[in-house]
């Protein structure tokens, strides 16, 4: 994908785009940001970093792209992910009960 920012544009591997994208959603929802370093694509076809600062004033648009694919990097995507799941209230998950805490005794005298 190219991503347009404000003042210039760069070619990423579509799910880092779409987890960058993502990430700045949240960013915004939480009036936060954050810097983050991705894999690009060069003018020339290698492969770089770049430095995304990302905060709710970002102004972001990704546009499909042939060949981006090998700029993916699946660790930095993770990275990404987890990011954005720090941003998130959490969530209570009910428990079943298991078959141990269901036979304990507690009218038992014995230690």
Same mark, same amino acid.
């Given at each position: 994908?190219?991503l347009?920012?404000?003042?210039?544009?760069?070619v990423?591997?579509?799910?880092?785009?779409?987890?960058? #994208?993502?990430?700045?959603?949240?960013?915004?929802?939480?009036?936060?940001?954050?810097?983050?370093?991705?894999?690009?694509?060069?003018?020339?076809?290698?492969?770089?970093?770049?430095?995304?600062? #990302?905060?709710?004033?970002?102004?972001?648009?990704?546009?499909?792209?042939?060949?981006?694919?090998?700029?993916?990097?699946?660790?930095?995507?993770?990275? #990404?992910?987890?990011?954005?799941?720090?941003?998130?209230?959490?969530?209570?998950?009910?428990?079943?009960?298991?078959?141990?805490?269901?036979? #304990?005794?507690?009218?038992?005298?014995?230690?």
């Amino acid at each position: 994908m190219t991503l347009h920012y404000t003042g210039g544009s760069v070619v990423m591997a579509d799910d880092v785009a779409e987890a960058l #994208i993502q990430y700045a959603r949240e960013l915004a929802a939480t009036k936060a940001s954050d810097v983050l370093v991705v894999p690009v694509v060069g003018e020339d076809g290698t492969l770089a970093t770049a430095e995304f600062l #990302i905060g709710p004033a970002s102004q972001l648009l990704a546009v499909p792209t042939e060949g981006a694919e090998s700029g993916r990097d699946q660790g930095v995507i993770d990275d #990404i992910d987890r990011r954005a799941r720090l941003l998130r209230p959490p969530t209570a998950v009910a428990h079943a009960e298991t078959d141990a805490a269901q036979s #304990i005794d507690l009218d038992s005298s014995a230690p």
